[in-house]
Nanobody, 116 residues
Framework: QVQLVESGGGLVQPGGSLRLSCAAS????????MGWYRQAPGKQRELVAV???????NYVDSVKGRFTISRDSAKNTVTLQMNSLKPEDTAVYYC??????????WGKGTLVTVSS
């Protein structure tokens, strides 16, 4: 089992920045990929960014050039640096981890609100 705890959400004005963090605990050696998803009101949950143990990173097109995902394996954390935030980035952001058996683990989510 893997436990994930997010932090760093909040209210920010358009054009501002936020940094989300996720701490993993439990059977961390089973983790293959870690990423961030988000779910806006009335919409389906979508992948925002993912990083693998090999260091590759992938982003949804709408955040490319604005968001950066990074992983610190020594600290068992993954962060999402979000710059140039837009109102359409408003959502609950979830940390996700997938192990080598393709089992998904989820955090409880942290709310990001982009509004003036």
């Amino acid at each position: 089992q893997v436990q994930l705890v997010e932090s760093g959400g909040g209210l920010v004005q358009p054009g501002g920045s936020l940094r989300l963090s996720c701490a993993a605990s439990g059977n961390i050696f089973s983790i293959n990929t870690m990423g961030w998803y988000r779910q806006a009101p009335g919409k389906q949950r979508e992948l925002v960014a993912v990083t693998t143990n090999g260091g590759s990173r992938n982003y949804v097109d709408s955040v490319k050039g604005r968001f950066t995902i990074s992983r610190d394996s020594a600290k068992n954390t993954v962060t999402l640096q979000m710059n140039s935030l837009k109102p359409e980035d408003t959502a609950v952001y979830y940390c996700q981890a997938k192990d080598y058996y393709d089992v998904n683990y989820w955090g409880k989510g942290t709310l990001v609100t982009v509004s003036s």
